[in-house]
Every structure is written in structure tokens, then in C-alpha cells.
């Protein structure tokens, strides 16, 4: 069983606005939800992404959403999080999806595109380099890309990730911000890249599962480095 929840942030929030300029604080203020205990947050699985929306309230203003798979029901009221932190309640649904090979699917996957050379994991910047990257990693995970859009971002500090790319990487303002951590540094088993750097990218398309199995296990452990910072989740909806 998968639990999804969407949660709406205030982008007026000083807390939220500090948490999208540093990926870490917000991964710590998640694993609230699963526990204090050591690893919880590893085993509940949690992948999340932050995509900026039009809101309801509101539609001249997007606010950021942040998407949570875990495999553990999360408990958001543990957050320890300012008043003005969430707009709404949080939403939870569960999910037990079934596949099968042949099936079509659309799908967002915003991800850190890299390779292990001579011992350390480095970043892929170009365009084919990614491509392949994500051909690579279909192949490896029960699946084929079909189409795919890439929206991207380059390399990036951890405080850029989360601004949504858009059309072209020409059209973004980088956010800036010290980063606190260093290359070397772990969250859970993540290991924070050289110079703290994250080669962001985007990829929304359509995808069709070749084994469902092994696509299953995909959709719940994600896909790429990065986790622990806002990548890896595989979105999918009906073609």
C-alpha cells in the first residue's frame, strides 16, 4: 500500500520560504510525520517533490504543493512547523496500484541525473547525457520512455532545486542561499554531492510498463540519487 499526501505551503511562511531555499530542513521537518526513531524516515520509503500551483483561494498566486509517497501512513499533525506553515489540511489517499506490461502511462519524474566516474558520482549536464541517463534507468526499472519533455535546471546548489523549471532553462531565477552542508556530508544514506551541488532535471512524458513487477518496486523506492533532497519520485497518471 502507498499513502500519497498533498500538502499546500504557504509561500508567505518564513518557514516555508527558509525550507525551499534548503531542501535539508524540510526533509527533517517530513520525517516528523514518521517517527523520531533512527531510520524511520528510510523505512516509510518517503519520496517527495515540491511543484508550484495555482490555488483555489487565490489563482493569481501559486503556492508551493508538496507531493509525499511513503509506504508508512504519515501523521502530519506531529510536524513541528510555524502557524502559518500549511494553507488547508493536508490530504491523504491510498493507492495499491496494479500494472501490467503494455500498459500506457504518463508520467513526471524530477530527478538528479549522474554518474559513478573513477569512484565518484558527478553530475550529467547535457541534454543526451540525461536522456540516456533516463533511458538507462527505464531499462533498468521495467519500463521504456516513450516520449519525455525535459525541463531543466543545470547544476545547481541545494537552495535552487525546488524553483519549477519551466518551459526553458533560460526563463528561471535561481534562488541563492549558504549552503550548510558540505560535500562528504550524509542525510540517511544520502551522500551530498561535491561542492553541494545537484544536477536538477525534469522529465514529463509517457512512458509503457514492460515488468510490472520490477516497475512496482521502482515506483516505491524511486529513481536516481538524491532522495533525501526532492528527487526521485515517479508521478504517473492515465495516458
Known amino acids: ?18 525550507e525551499l531555499r534548503d531542501p535539508y530542513q524540510m526533509h527533517r521537518t517530513l520525517a516528523k510525520a514518521f517517527g523520531d526513531g533512527p531510520g524511520e524516515w528510510e523505512a ?26 511513503s509506504l508508512a501512513l504519515p501523521h502530519w499533525e506531529r510536524l513541528t512547523v510555524a502557524g502559518d506553515y500549511l ?7 491510498e493507492s495499491n496500484p496494479q500494472f501490467r506490461a503494455g500498459q500506457r502511462l504518463a508520467f513526471r519524474l524530477r530527478c538528479n541525473p549522474t554518474v559513478k566516474r573513477n569512484g565518484k558520482r558527478v ?32 547544476p545547481q546548489p541545494l537552495g535552487e532545486i525546488w524553483r519549477d523549471p519551466g518551459p526553458t532553462a ?25 561542492r553541494a551541488a545537484f544536477s536538477a532535471a525534469q522529465f514529463d512524458g509517457g512512458l509503457t510498463i514492460l515488468d510490472p513487477a520490477v516497475f512496482k518496486d521502482a515506483l516505491c523506492a524511486g529513481i536516481g540519487s538524491g532522495k533525501a533532497f526532492g528527487f526521485g519520485l515517479l508521478s504517473l497518471a492515465r495516458a
Request: charged share 30%.
Open 170 to 194: 533560460d526563463d528561471r531565477e535561481p534562488l541563492q542561499f549558504r549552503v550548510p552542508l558540505k560535500g562528504g556530508d550524509r542525510i540517511d544514506s544520502t551522500r551530498v554531492p561535491n
Open 1 to 18: 500500500m502507498l499513502y500519497i499526501s498533498q500538502l499546500i505551503l504557504n509561500p508567505r511562511s518564513r518557514q516555508v520560504q527558509a
Open 123 to 154: 553530475g550529467l549536464y547535457q541534454e543526451e547525457e540525461r536522456r540516456a541517463w533516463l533511458n538507462r534507468k527505464a531499462q533498468e526499472n521495467g519500463f521504456r520512455v516513450l516520449h519525455a519533455v525535459l525541463r531543466e535546471a543545470g
Open 87 to 93: 494553507i488547508g489540511v493536508p490530504e491523504i489517499r
Open 44 to 69: 516509510a520509503r518517503c519520496l517527495f517533490r515540491v511543484d508550484q500551483r495555482p490555488i483555489a483561494i487565490a489563482r493569481e498566486m501559486e503556492a508551493p504543493h508538496l507531493l509525499v509517497q
